[in-house]
């Protein structure tokens, strides 16, 4: 196995984001455009946040009800994406190697974590992406 790999190599560049203003039926939308779990919010370029699918369905199931889509409208109404969002999510940098997100998801109970450089987000990094590089070592 390679040694010292930087997360850079394995990252997803290429990251469908959140700004600030959109709604959560925007977040919902792209979770389920783009097939992902996880949307950093930015604004102007810098990580403010990340929101999880996880994070739509805690707040969705928190009121129980017959007609679910008018309890997830009265819901997705109700809240913004600041008040769902993780506001302090955990990040790493473009040089960290795959060891480093490595041993943050081992110790985390999350799945996702931003790639920061000087403040910009340039990727995202999920346990889906480490996995898959691991598999391909063997």
Known sequence: MKKRVPISQIMAKEVVSLNPVQTLYDAEDLFE???????????????????????????????????????????FDAYT????????????DSEATVRDVAEVFSKQSFHALPVVDHGKLVGMITTTDLINYLLEQY
């Open 81 to 92: 994406i600041p008040q769902v969002m993780t506001k302090t999510p955990v990040t790493v």
């Open 33 to 75: 455009k783009h097939k992902i779990r996880h949307l950093p919010v930015v604004d102007g370029g810098n990580l403010i946040g990340v929101l999880s699918k996880s994070d739509l369905l805690r707040i969705s199931y928190s009121e129980l009800s017959d007609d679910e889509e008018s309890v997830e409208s009265m819901i």
